[in-house]
């Protein structure tokens, strides 16, 4: 489909709770034509298995309900295009496109890069599978530019629903002195450990599998991170809040814009001040710190 410049992710949103396994921006070949002005390709996938008249009429609904909700013409009868696509190791098809880039002084690169990195940069070797995602998402680089100006080194860090733990990894490089990350995706440990060896990390992070229960009593850290989605840091405002050590700080990312009014509020009234409110796109990331 083509969707109107700068609402790409928030469409993509539609089909996170979906059998749709993925989401690409962009065309799918040099041979596509260009999208007409102000409008830009994305392309979702789903197995032929679930590809039904009932999944594809609800894609059309959730798009005609999301422009009702933000107002937006443009996304009103938005031309679908479906079409089966030739068998492909998807796992691994990223290595095709995806490259090497860098964000603030870290340098974002593949497990086996042999390029030339800039004097001062600081090396995470990334390969992005299934679980992983590629490290390039706004609310990703976002909080690790925070985290290049926030960290002064030795500080434990609580990385809340940290997926395969890019974030963690960050954390690590600019001089964190340890992290723990924790997660309910039963595919994330065995990542986030390959993650944290592939760049000498192994030693100075944790996981622990499981939701907020995995945390001990009276456990606190010098920062808490979360980036995940803003329903999920609404509800659980309070128990991010009550991990923090009096002196820390938190970043909380992961909240789109439509979201933006009630988050902050859950965040303020768990007894948080946001210093920053930070805005990328259509993404918000809360910093700051206990009132």
């Not at 008249?53 to 059309?60: H, I, K, N, T, Y």
């Not at 190791?89 to 086996?112: E, I, M, Q, Y």
Request: charged share 25%.
């Amino acid at each position: 489909m083509v969707v109107p410049e700068g609402w790409g992710e928030l469409v993509a949103e539609l089909f996170a709770a979906t059998p749709f396994t993925g989401v690409a921006f962009g065309p799918s070949s040099f041979a596509t034509p260009d999208a007409p002005e102000g409008f830009g390709y994305l392309r979702s996938f789903v197995p032929s298995d679930f590809d039904t008249d009932e999944l594809r009429a609800g894609v059309r609904r959730a798009l005609d309900e999301l422009a009702g909700r933000v107002g937006l013409p443009e996304l009103e009868d938005m031309p679908l295009r479906f079409q089966p696509l030739p068998a492909e190791d998807w796992a691994n098809s990223w290595k095709k496109t995806w490259r090497a880039f860098r964000c603030g002084d870290l340098a974002v690169v593949p497990r086996h890069f042999d390029g030339q990195l800039r004097p001062g940069d600081r090396r995470l070797a990334l390969d992005p599978g299934g679980v992983f995602g590629t490290g390039r998402h706004a609310t990703t680089r976002t909080c690790l530019k925070v985290l290049q100006e926030r960290l002064a080194g030795g500080e434990r860090v609580l990385d809340a629903g940290c997926g395969t733990g890019i974030l963690a990894a960050g954390a690590l490089l600019f001089d964190a002195g340890h992290v723990l990350g924790f997660d309910i995706d039963a595919g994330a440990p065995s990542h986030f450990a390959e993650l944290m060896q592939d760049n000498g990390l192994t030693g100075r992070a944790d996981f622990r599998l499981g939701g907020f229960e995995v945390l001990e009593d009276g456990e606190r850290f010098d920062v808490v991170l979360a980036n995940i989605y803003s329903d999920i840091i609404s509800l659980h405002a309070r128990d991010l809040a009550a991990r923090l050590e009096p002196r820390g700080w938190f970043a909380f990312s992961g909240c789109p814009v439509h979201h933006s009014r009630e988050t902050r509020a859950c965040i303020q009234q768990a007894g948080l001040v946001i210093e920053e409110e930070r805005v990328r796109g259509l993404w918000h990331t809360f910093v700051g710190r206990l009132a």
